[in-house]
């Protein structure tokens, strides 16, 4: 089962300490984030399975396991809530847990992301407790995170210059971001009260915050410059090229395809991978460059093909030792600044980046993206198996799979007998043919021949035709591919479009949810219905999405009036027919009823109902017409259906009161 992440909202990200966020608990923020998430997706608090919240320091106001206290906070107590901790990917992490879970089907709708208060918390927390015997022999293993990016900087020499024009660089961009206006959708505004006491008094204020606060439109390289080193006397490491220490909190809904396409609603990306890598801890912040790789090889991409990369500038010194190692393009890295300019909230960061990138592939229509921070994010998974027919044993690999990867490859052998030789555990050159002998108990040997042949896996996932039969011919939609894969179908006023199996061509090879032959209501015009084609190579795909639209109805309106005396009363009303309408428990009518009367308008509710085929209906009403003798009563009838108005004026002539 796919799993997509379907939206997701974030804090402003504050400084610690003496910004917005210094008056608010981390569980706070992130309830106000999920809340306002999971009312803009409009779903039932009762279908959310669990909330996963990745949290850095999870002590203090951070602990009780804060998960679950933000779930209650936000969702009420049937949900529940977690909390996961792998330091600065923690709000990674959450959101890879929940899409693992719901690929194996355990769950529909998670809430993941993470938050973190490093007002409140300081790094490591309040009591710093190392293993003695640990610290004894690895004393580097608790080195701070300063510490750590100055050994970087020195192993891949990184000069204090290039980190200071890395962080100038950074608020260069973030500025632009803001100006521009980039984080505003992904901002959920939040109040503060502020209770504080100066000089013995207690003072409370209010306060909104809608904007990052780190980037600094007064830094420059010259001021950069002169920052003194933070961490060691003769450093590069400086408060300017450095992560600032932040308070935020971010959220996704990340949910079933299923479940996705039973709401209509729309999905913003998919988690394709995610590897973890360990390096020396000294160094931490080189790890990006082993978990990339591993990311990309489970997605079958090459890094050429990720045009957005999130890379999370714990450091610059460590973050341009990454970008050099990778051979990454650095157009590519952080377009709207890192975390040097907008903030490092530990366990919030990871789901912030997350939501940045969404935000930043949409805009410019890109496929393949990437968060990487202390440990890799990536995307895509492959999965192949071989095909046994005698002893020959004939495996199909995709195209995405290299020459190098061929040459070293690990089979996974299920056999009965003794033995099998060579141990499935050693990787072969399998670009030849490879052979293995399973031995029995009774010393019978079979040999098996694994030849291995790499097939075109098609990538297109694509939809090229969709129609709909109707008693009333076949209409074809029209498909609109620079505007978000819509595809467009207008049909008269009425037409019946209950259950109906739509007509659909896609590329060879590819599939389609909801499946071809599913019936569907395309009745509803407010709605679109989301059709999601995935490639065979399993991690293409695109996302159609069928509009509908009605043309105006043809109704026929005929106004009446009757004078029931020589006193001012009268009967007004009218008799109405609409054409083409068929039953459709949506479309309903408001007839109104303008009298001009002698002191003015006098409007009334002529009659409201549901509108059934065939559909004749008349509506009068008794009014009392204060007008002077001899005069005529213009009558003006309004009707309307389903937003749609039509009107219509009568005068009626006959109606000559008291003479
Ligand atoms: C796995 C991982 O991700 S590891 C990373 C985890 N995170 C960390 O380790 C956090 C790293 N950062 C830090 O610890 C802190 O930001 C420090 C220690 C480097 C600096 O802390 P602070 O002194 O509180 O930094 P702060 O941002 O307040 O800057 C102090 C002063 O330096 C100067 N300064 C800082 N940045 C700039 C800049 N870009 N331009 C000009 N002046 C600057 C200012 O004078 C500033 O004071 P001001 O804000 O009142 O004007």
């Excluded at 997701?8 to 990200?13: D, N």
């Excluded at 309830?31 to 998430?37: D, M, N, Q, S, T």
């Excluded at 990311?295 to 990369?309: E, F, H, M, P």
């Amino acid at each position: 089962m796919n799993a997509f992440i379907v939206g997701g909202y974030r804090t402003a990200v504050t400084k610690s300490s003496k910004g917005g966020f210094r008056h608010i608990r981390a569980d706070e923020l992130a309830a106000r984030v999920i809340k306002e998430l999971v009312s803009s997706l409009k779903i039932d608090v009762k279908e959310i399975d669990d909330v996963i919240v990745g949290n850095a320091t999870p002590e203090a106001e951070q602990g009780l396991q804060i998960g679950r206290m933000i779930s209650l906070m936000s969702l009420g107590i049937e949900v529940g809530g977690v909390t996961v901790n792998r330091y600065c990917a923690s709000g990674l992490e959450a959101i890879a847990i929940a899409s693992a879970r719901i690929s194996c089907n355990q769950a529909d709708c998670i809430i993941a992301g993470g938050t973190e208060s490093m007002t409140q918390l300081p790094m490591g927390g309040y009591k710093f407790a190392p293993s003695w015997s640990l610290a004894g022999s690895h004393g580097d293993y608790y080195l701070s995170m300063g510490l750590t990016a100055e050994l970087v900087a020195k192993e891949f020499k990184i000069s204090r210059e290039d980190a200071d024009m890395f962080a100038f660089s950074s608020h260069q961009k973030a500025l632009q971001a803001i100006k521009q206006g980039k984080f505003r959708n992904q901002i959920v505004a939040v109040d503060v009260e502020a209770v504080e006491f100066i000089e013995g008094e207690r003072r409370v204020s209010q306060y909104r915050v809608t904007e990052d606060e780190g980037p600094r439109s007064d830094t420059n390289l010259e001021v950069l410059s002169k920052l003194k080193p933070v961490f060691a006397s003769q450093g590069v490491v400086t408060a300017g090229n450095s992560s600032q220490t932040s308070d935020g909190a971010a959220f996704v809904a990340v949910m079933s395809e299923r479940m996705m396409l039973r709401m209509g609603l729309k999905p913003e990306a998919r988690l394709m991978s995610y590897s973890i890598a360990g390096v020396e801890p000294r160094t931490m912040g080189i790890g990006p460059t082993l978990a990339v790789p591993k990311a990309l090889k489970q997605a079958g991409l090459a890094l050429k093909d990720v045009s957005q990369i999130e890379l999370n500038e714990a450091f610059s010194a460590q973050a341009l030792a990454v970008g050099r190692t990778l051979d990454i393009d650095f157009e590519r890295i952080n377009v709207n600044g890192g975390a040097v300019a907008l903030g490092h909230p530990l366990g919030c960061t990871g789901a912030k980046l997350t939501i940045q990138l969404i935000h930043e592939m949409r805009s410019k229509k890109e496929k393949f993206g990437m968060v990487t921070a202390c440990v890799g994010g990536g995307q895509g998974v492959a999965d192949r198996k071989g095909s046994i027919v005698n002893q020959d044993i004939n495996v199909s690999l995709d195209a995405t799979m290299t020459e190098s990867q061929i040459r070293s490859l690990r089979p996974t052998i299920v056999y009965s007998g003794l033995s099998i030789t060579p141990s499935p555990d050693i990787p072969q050159d399998f670009s030849d043919v490879v052979t293995y002998v399973v031995e029995s108990e009774s010393g019978n040997k079979l040999t098996y021949r694994v030849n291995i042949g790499v097939e075109n896996v098609s990538r297109e996932a694509n939809l090229s035709s969709f129609s709909l039969n109707l008693e009333s011919g076949l209409f074809n939609g029209t498909i609109e591919k620079n505007e978000g894969n819509t595809i467009n179908f207008s049909f008269p006023f009425g037409t019946n479009l209950k259950g109906i199996i739509p007509i659909i061509q896609i590329s060879p090879n590819a599939t389609i949810n909801p499946p071809i032959d599913t019936q569907m209501d395309f009745y509803d015009d407010t709605k679109q219905r989301h059709y999601v084609v995935t490639a065979q190579d399993k991690t293409t795909y695109n996302v159609y999405s069928v509009s509908i639209s009605y043309t105006p109805i043809t109704f026929g309106l005929v106004g009446g009036a009757t004078q029931l005396g020589s006193t001012a009363f009268a009967t007004v009303g009218a008799l109405f027919q609409v054409g083409g309408l068929k039953d459709n428990p949506l479309w309903k009518y408001t007839l109104m009823i303008d009298a001009y009367t002698a002191s003015g308008t006098l409007s009334v509710t002529g009659g409201t109902g549901r509108i059934n085929n065939p559909f004749s209906e008349s509506v009068w009403k008794t009014i009392a017409l204060l007008i002077g003798i001899g005069r005529q009563l213009p009558v003006k009838l309004k009707l309307s259906i389903e937003g749609l108005t039509h009107e219509k004026t009568y005068e009626f002539n006959n109606i000559q009161i008291g003479n």
